[in-house]
DNA sequence: GGGAATATTCCC
DNA sequence: GGGAATATTCCC
């Protein structure tokens, strides 16, 4: 039974400045679970000179990947990472996160974000539902009519506190967009600060030159 | 892998009349293991003579349930019923349907709807938040506090165009923060270009040299 | 594909 | 204890 944390112990506080969220967790097990089989068809290679099959693989150009063989995907690899072995969870999930079937034939899928060689960008990847500042999406349907002369004193009051939810919704993402500028600005200073070394070294080798 | 349906074949369709709801899954398998529990342990009395210690068991009266050994507990029982073996999931469940702790020593919960020989009963336990027709659970508290008596029709109003109003406002400044966000990773890109050139300027001098 | 209920985890 | 995010299941 998988049991590790769902993510790091370090980076975790909400509270923290400048930290890079980590990607969730679904995101990185599944690009775990390609780098295994990467590997494990790797190792075969060299032991046994031929390539062998693959339950699943990066495609070709390292933009989407294919489970070849959906059986022995849900029954060998699943329970390895989550808590399930059923395919349809599996895609149940690529759908939440916005991943997109590209082959009629095939399980194959995509993400722009979800890439070979570039873990750094699942981070960048959210779930589709839920923005923040949504509304409750059982309540969106009134809220169109709820301000006509015609709304009752209930379905002003109704307004108001899913106003007032938004509102403190929208501070929170406030806040965490501000971190993220927080971060990017060190980021940037760190940036400038290595640059201006090679600067330096670079036109002192320009004038020696002279 | 605990791979049974959360509910029965029958007794399906939300749409069809008369039908029994079936409990939640978490309730019947709770229910399952105090019944396997008891099972074993009177096996045990028959084959050792002795009644033996128990994992779990209901108290005397049979309006409750103790955890005798939440290692063991969690260790063994868990994952056969449950995706984990993680006693505070289970606490959290207890907490979601209602239970109380009714005891400061022990692990000891009760719950109107739980006793032994009334699995009937299970059905008529539900879930504590998110009633279908009703607001959501944070909203609770600060609806009765607004809709006291003192606050007037249009007072109510009032500070329902000022949370509008407020509302728009953090929208265009989460607009503004999303841009300078988009900016700094342009930046960000551009500083690493320019990196990358006079690293490699660099080196090829330390080369050089050598 | 995706809405929605339930389960599991994480955090206060 | 419980709010809230994520995961898993069930159903349309």
Redesign the pocket.
């Known amino acids: 039974m998988a ?5 790091p112990i370090v980076g ?4 923290s400045s400048s930290r890079i969220k980590s990607p ?4 990185s ?1 599944t690009y775990d679970l390609l780098e295994e089989e990467e590997e494990r068809g790797r190792r075969e290679a060299i032991e046994r000179g031929s390539w062998g099959q693959r339950v699943v693989s990066w495609t070709a150009d390292g933009t989407g990947f294919v489970v070849w063989s959906p059986a022995e995907f849900s029954e060998l690899m699943l329970p390895r990472y ?5 395919f ?6 690529l ?4 991943f ?2 590209t082959a009629s034939k095939r399980w194959e899928f995509q993400h722009e974000k979800f890439q070979k060689g570039c873990r750094h960008l699942l981070s960048e990847i ?5 923005e ?1 500042s949504a509304f409750p ?2 309540l969106k349907a009134s809220e169109e009519s709820n301000n006509s002369p015609s709304s009752t004193v209930e379905e002003n009051n109704t307004t108001r506190l899913l106003l007032m939810q938004e509102n403190k ?1 929208l501070k ?1 993402e406030r806040m965490e967009l501000q971190m993220q500028i927080a971060h990017f600005k060190t980021l940037e200073l760190k940036l400038m600060e290595c640059l201006s070394f090679y600067w330096d070294d670079h036109h002192n080798k320009v004038r020696r030159l002279c």
Chains 1, 2 share one sequence.
Do not use: D, V
């Open positions: 049991r590790e944390r769902r993510r975790q506080s909400s509270s969730a967790p679904f995101l097990k989550f808590k399930h072995n059923n349809s969870s599996f895609i149940r999930q759908n939440t996160y916005g997109k079937k959210h779930r589709k539902k839920c923040p999406q059982y919704n929170k």
